[in-house]
Antibody, heavy 121, light 110 residues
Framework: QLQVQESGPGLVKPSETLSLTCTVS??????????WGWIRQPPGKGLEYIGS???????YHNPSLKSRVTISVDTSKNQISLKMRSVTVADTAVYYC?????????????WGQGTLVTVSS | NFMLTQPHSVSESPGKTVTISCTRS????????VQWYQQRPGSSPTNVIY?????PSGVPDRFSGSIDSSSNSASLTISGLKTEDEADYYC?????????FGGGTRLTVL
């Protein structure tokens, strides 16, 4: 059964870089026609799409976050990574990883359990 | 770019039917498929409707989706409400090279 698991520091200081990893198990991250995405959810608020990556390195980005975000893939480790620069308290959120089909069809599944990142000094 | 607008909350009694709307701000709702996700407290989202009207395996047929071009909106309808349906529901659609989520609707079953 395909599973994804997010990991990374739970506390980041303002102005620093948030770094998270998503590890895929039960399947290959290099499977054709699927992207691997990041979504976040501030406490008590809604879902916000951050971006996605294909195993070849092609990416999608939320235009509002693109300037601060880098998403990368390591097929040898079956992992994707998220780096978000110059974080502020507004970046405090649960960060989820999920798979979705290429193009504008299908749906995000499975989702990881999410990891809470708090931005605070 | 467009936004997806949902009512903040809806409530209904067990056994009844409820409909949650999702209105697209610009461009046609029919231009891109709409998905719906259910998120129970403390859990990750799970899909209940994809590609406007399709149900993933395991989702009961009490859940249905539709789109209405006249109101430029999508709808999620849940019939025969159960207390376990109480959750947040999010619509989602695709814009050029990125995905857009609605703000979410809190469904209370009381």
């Amino acid at each position: 059964q395909l599973q994804v698991q997010e990991s990374g520091p739970g506390l980041v200081k303002p102005s620093e870089t948030l770094s998270l990893t998503c590890t895929v198990s039960g399947g290959s991250i290099s499977r054709a026609s699927y992207y691997w995405g990041w979504i976040r959810q501030p406490p008590g608020k809604g879902l916000e799409y951050i971006g996605s990556i294909y195993y070849s390195g092609t990416t999608y980005h939320n235009p509002s976050l693109k300037s601060r975000v880098t998403i990368s893939v390591d097929t040898s480790k079956n992992q994707i990574s998220l780096k978000m620069r110059s974080v502020t308290v507004a970046d405090t959120a649960v960060y989820y990883c999920a798979r979705h089909p290429a193009g504008g069809w299908g749906y995000f599944d499975p989702w990881g359990q999410g990891t809470l990142v708090t931005v605070s000094s | 770019n467009f936004m997806l607008t949902q009512p903040h909350s809806v409530s209904e009694s067990p056994g009844k039917t409820v409909t949650i709307s999702c209105t697209r701000s610009s461009g046609s709702i029919a231009s891109n498929f709409v998905q719906w996700y259910q998120q129970r407290p403390g859990s990750s989202p799970t899909n209940v409707i994809y590609e406007d009207t399709q149900r993933p395996s395991g989702v009961p047929d009490r859940f249905s989706g539709s789109i209405d071009s006249s109101s430029n909106s999508a709808s999620l309808t849940i019939s025969g409400l159960k207390t376990e349906d109480e959750a947040d529901y999010y619509c989602q659609s695709y814009d050029t090279s990125h995905w857009v989520f609605g703000g979410g609707t809190r469904l209370t079953v009381l």
